[in-house]
């Protein structure tokens, strides 16, 4: 299910207060998921579909199930295209967000893309979603058109030899913090020597975008680049 764990769950507490709050009820194998842990990336990462979506002819894509404190139970654009019927999101990928759809007591599951003002019932109810999930690799084209979840979904499944080349095309990613969590994955996997030579290309290109208590901290992740790393420090603290 999960391709990365996670400590957190969710309280069975907080479950009954966002259900009294919001006037629904979760589907129960929804819960059962957030009591074990409390969202996260997903390793199945399709849905097959009756029509044509944005991501393909007869499939959509999904990348992570969203936590009880990350419910979306109002979208700022909705109302101008508005949906008739109560709805609480569980995944969004930009636009795209697939939800309970109250419409019924036990809710149904639509994909809504308010680009194009595309809505499906893709499953009956939350256990025929799950079942109907389904694992395939994505494309390794237009790497920096990927949102961060669908890119991290490619990292967790490449080897450290490949993730090097997918953070290499990514190094002028401007969301600096993010591209730094994905370096310390991939040193803490025991890959330093691939990982130096990313952190000395963000260091030596693109110092002024880096954030500095962020780069400070990663410099004491080395172990074994000794002279290098005094030298990338030097020129790090020169020209910061």
């Known amino acids: 299910m999960w391709p990365e764990a996670s400590k957190f769950a969710a309280k069975e507490n ?14 129960e194998s929804y819960k059962k998921l957030i ?6 990336l997903l390793r199945k990462n399709h849905l097959k579909t009756q029509e044509p979506t944005s991501y393909g002819l007869d499939f959509l894509e999904v990348y992570r199930l969203l936590g009880l404190e990350e419910l979306i139970t109002k979208i700022p654009f909705q109302d101008q295209n508005p949906l008739a019927g109560k709805k609480i999101y ?3 990928d930009e636009n795209r967000f697939l939800g309970f759809d109250y419409i019924t007591t036990a809710p149904q599951i639509i994909y809504a893309d308010f680009e194009t003002l595309q809505v499906l019932t893709v499953a009956e109810n939350f256990d025929a979603f799950l079942a ?6 994505f494309s390794g084209e237009q790497l920096t058109n990927y949102s961060h979840d669908k890119l991290e979904l490619m990292l967790l499944s490449r080897s450290a030899n490949e993730q090097a080349v997918i953070l290499e095309e990514l190094e002028d990613d401007a969301d600096k913090e993010w591209y730094f969590r994905q370096l310390k994955k991939l040193i803490e996997a025991g890959n330093e020597d691939i990982t ?8 030596l290109y693109f110092k002024r975008k880096l954030p500095k208590e962020t780069v400070n901290a990663f410099f004491l992740l080395f172990k074994n680049q000794t002279q290098a790393l005094a030298n990338l420090k030097k020129e790090w603290q020169d020209n910061y």
């Open 35 to 40: 009591l074990m842990q409390n969202g996260g």
């Open 90 to 92: 569980f995944s969004k």
């Open 132 to 137: 109907s999930l389904y694992h395939a690799p």
């Open 14 to 27: 907080s479950i009954w207060q966002f259900e009294a709050e919001e006037g629904i009820l979760l589907p």
């Open 196 to 203: 130096y030579r990313l952190f000395e290309n963000q260091i």
